[in-house]
């Protein structure tokens, strides 16, 4: 017998011997690789302390030169060259380097950058299979993009702006499926672009100025999440590209776009940027385009845009550059440009306004201008015979009658129609509102024992009038505008009772009557548990069918502005505390489990951000933002298909469609622990993987991570236990993922383990739930409240 278990103890030795030389090995053969690296970029200053000595997986990251590990294995690898810096002499061998490079396959983060690189890109480099950012900018790479990038599958950022890439953008980009940044700035690529360019449905930022590209720009109206379009410096046109809503940046300078601007840019509600500048863009200028709810900047300088301008028109309250120089516009100037902020920069100077200065020309050049490039119809006709003209006359004389007579009767009906709209429309509204009231708050299908005791702070729901809101506006004044989305406008008010109020106002497809929409307000109006409240609605109605057209929103104001002012805002005058982070969380936790469970049916896939979580006067995080019912194009058929809260739930929970809601949670989380802003994908999984790597780290090292407003002030295990959940909720696997109910005990367990160890926890007469698991009494509350829905 004691043979045998010394033998067995030779065999364990002997496992771990072999382990931990394998894990030598595997570590001397990256430090190998960035020794050769080092040699292959002659020794530059910026590696100068890279040795065999040297503990690459834990050297402190620097502006020029980063590398992180993750299980002994280096997945990212950052190097900064010299602005400007030369390419290498002839001898270099790209082809070596990147043969090197491929040692390390376990990178995901490649930034070579300023390094003085050159040559074709080698094929070999889509042997790096793992890697989501490459960023190669500012070297001397010519020749084509390889082919071979469309392997790259994880790829979500590719930047190789400032080299001599030449020939098209191949057409395999758009098998890049996850790719959210494409930047190709500064190069000699010429060309049509691919339409493939259409499949990246990911695609916030598409960057491609300074190049040779030709042609129409595909179109790319089904990227709903592209935000940024830069084409500038290129020959693009004739036409303005097709884009989506949401786009909230257009550069499109100095290309040649011909055509006008299609009405379609007027309702960019999210444009905050647009320089069209340089082109020949023709046909009457919109001036709706300065009274954008987002826009900043507008640059429309060097085109042939007609028309007059009125000094009445609007302007955005946040426009800071406005140049409508070099045009063919007359009128007078806005007032709101001449009046409006004095940081505002406004040019205007050669076109035909009524400025009373020689910077402008006189009216008859323009109309000679706009008929010379053939803006405005010019048809030579030969003067009609006298007997032409006498049949002309008549005819005329007895059209000219029966105009009179129909326009007679066409405005006798609109004025009996205006009466109509004017009155009953809103009685209407007003009995429905008051019927479905009294059957949902009634019935325990709709609305569950949460939603009945409601919140006894706040006045009850009722209907306002259009006339009200306006009086509470200032009839919508650009002032008191908040911000927008992508279902519609947010407004701040004040009511003649002194209450502030916000007001959202949502534009519905015609088909939709009172009766149909009404099932859903009054659902609406019972969101009062960790969420902004809605006080009451107003109904604005299409003229032919009566069914509503514009939705008037009510919600409660509140005014301690949202959470990333009291977390990661460089500005903030007050940071929220540790205990105060973790019971904001839970908040905010809640709020997502009223949304999936207290509601029948639940509302999911709320694309939460931090900024949409705002906190009351007590500090009481509420969510503003969620995934509205009424924003269905169906509304009707959407409440036709209601069935049992258990039913829906299940299906729902069947396919992980409640885990989105996680994951937007996950990354809520990661900002409140690290206190640094996340606006990407990419700075979440950077964040994410610093967070997991420190689980395993000690106790110095995990508070490393954490923000240093509170790092000082947040016990381990407290700590250890967020990191952990907010881990489990950024789970690639949406199955892996907690469920809100997890999420809310462990947060919990986090509060409980801060307060206990805070106080005397021998004197305590409550130990903590431990986490991952829920209390009884926990148990006992969600079956009691599951049982009223």
Not at 284 to 296: A, K, M
Not at 461 to 482: G, M, P, W
């Amino acid at each position: 017998m004691e043979k045998h278990l010394g033998l067995q103890n030779l065999l364990v030795l002997a496992f771990i011997l072999l382990s931990v030389s394998f894990s030598e090995q595997l570590q001397s053969s990256q430090v190998e690789t960035l020794l050769r690296i080092q040699n292959l970029l002659n020794y530059p200053p910026a590696l100068s302390s890279w040795n065999n000595d040297t503990h690459f997986c834990k050297t402190e990251p620097s502006s020029t030169v980063t590398v992180i590990c993750y299980e002994e294995s280096i997945t990212q690898l950052h190097i900064i060259g010299v602005k400007g810096a030369s390419a290498f002499p002839k001898y270099f061998s790209i082809d070596s380097f990147v043969t090197t490079l491929v040692k390390l396959p376990s990178l995901k983060v490649l930034r070579l950058v300023s390094l003085g690189l050159w040559g074709p890109l080698p094929s070999k480099l889509s042997r790096l299979s793992l890697l989501e950012i490459l960023d190669l900018s500012s070297n001397y790479f010519q020749g084509d993009i390889l082919r071979e990038i469309s392997s790259l599958t994880s790829l979500q950022t590719l930047v190789l702006d400032g080299n001599k890439f030449t020939g098209k953008l191949p057409n395999g980009i758009g098998s890049l499926m996850v790719l959210a940044v494409l930047s190709v700035k500064n190069n000699s690529l010429d060309g049509h672009l691919p339409d493939t360019l259409q499949d990246l449905h990911n695609l916030r930022l598409l960057a491609l100025s300074r190049n040779n590209f030709t042609g129409d720009v595909p179109d790319l109206s089904s990227l709903e999440n592209l935000q940024v379009l830069d084409l500038a410096d290129n020959s693009f046109g004739p036409k303005f590209p097709r884009v989506s809503s949401k786009i909230q940046s257009i550069v499109l300078r100095n290309n040649k776009f011909t055509a006008g601007i299609p009405e379609k840019v007027q309702s960019y509600n999210h444009l905050e940027h647009m320089d069209i500048s340089l082109n020949r863009f023709m046909g009457p200028f919109p001036p709706s385009l300065l009274s954008l709810p987002s826009i900043t900047y507008l640059d429309v300088a060097g085109n042939k845009f007609t028309g007059m301008v009125f000094e009445d028109n609007q302007c955005n309250a946040g426009l800071d550059f406005v140049d409508l120089s070099t045009n063919l516009l007359s009128g007078r100037l806005p007032s709101c440009l001449v009046t409006g902020s004095k940081h505002r920069i406004v040019h205007f100077s050669n076109n035909c306004l009524a400025t009373g200065d020689s910077s402008q020309h006189p009216f008859s050049f323009c109309r000679n201008e706009a008929l010379a490039v053939g803006i405005l119809p010019h048809h030579h006709k030969q003067k009609p015979s006298s007997k032409v003209v006498l049949a002309l006359i008549i005819c005329g004389s007895i059209t000219g009658v029966v105009l009179v007579c129909a326009t007679i009767l066409i405005v006798r009906n609109f004025l009996a129609k205006e009466a109509a709209r004017k009155t009953p429309t809103r009685l209407i509204v007003e009995n429905a509102s008051s019927a479905y009231t009294l059957k949902l708050f009634t019935d325990a299908r709709y609305v569950t024992q949460a939603m009945k005791l409601g919140s006894l702070s706040l006045p009850s729901y009722r209907t306002f009038s259009l006339e009200e809101l306006k009086v509470a506006t200032n009839n919508f004044d650009a002032a008191t505008f908040i911000g927008n989305n992508s279902d519609g406008q947010t407004y701040r008010g004040q009511l003649k009772d002194g209450s502030h109020i916000a007001i959202r106002r949502l534009k519905m497809k015609q088909g939709n009557s009172s009766q149909n929409v009404m099932h859903h307000i009054e659902l609406m109006s019972k969101l009062r548990h960790h969420l902004v409240s809605t006080l009451g609605h107003c109904f604005e109605c299409y003229l032919d069918d009566s069914s509503v057209s514009r939705i008037f929103l009510v919600f409660e104001y509140v005014p301690n502005g949202n959470l990333r002012s009291w977390i990661s805002d460089r500005h903030a005058k007050r940071r929220l505390t540790w205990t105060q982070r973790i019971a904001t969380a839970i908040g905010v936790a809640r709020g997502i489990q009223f949304l999936h469970t207290r509601i029948v049916p639940g509302i999911f896939s709320n694309n939460l951000k931090i900024t949409d979580i705002v906190l009351d006067q007590n500090l009481v995080a509420k969510t503003c933002s969620y995934n509205l019912p009424i924003l269905s194009e169906n509304v009707k058929e959407n409440f036709q298909n209601l069935s049992s809260g258990s039913k829906e739930l299940k299906s729902v929970r069947a396919n992980y469609e409640d885990k989105s809601d996680v994951f937007d949670f996950g990354v809520i989380l990661l900002e409140i622990i690290s206190g640094r802003q996340i606006n990407t994908k990419n700075e979440a999984r950077f964040i994410q993987n610093q967070l997991q790597e420190s689980i395993m780290a000690n106790e110095v090292e995990r508070k490393n991570v954490v923000d240093p407003a509170i790092r000082n002030y947040c016990l381990d295990e407290s700590l250890k236990t967020m990191i952990e959940i907010c881990s489990r909720c950024l789970l690639q696997d949406a199955e892996d993922r907690p469920s809100v109910e997890d999420a809310i005990w462990n947060l919990q367990f986090a509060a409980q383990v801060q307060d206990a160890l805070k106080r005397d926890s021998s004197s305590s007469d409550a130990s903590p739930i431990s986490p991952l698991q829920p209390s009884n009494q926990l148990i006992m509350q969600e079956q009691k409240l599951a049982n009223l829905v």
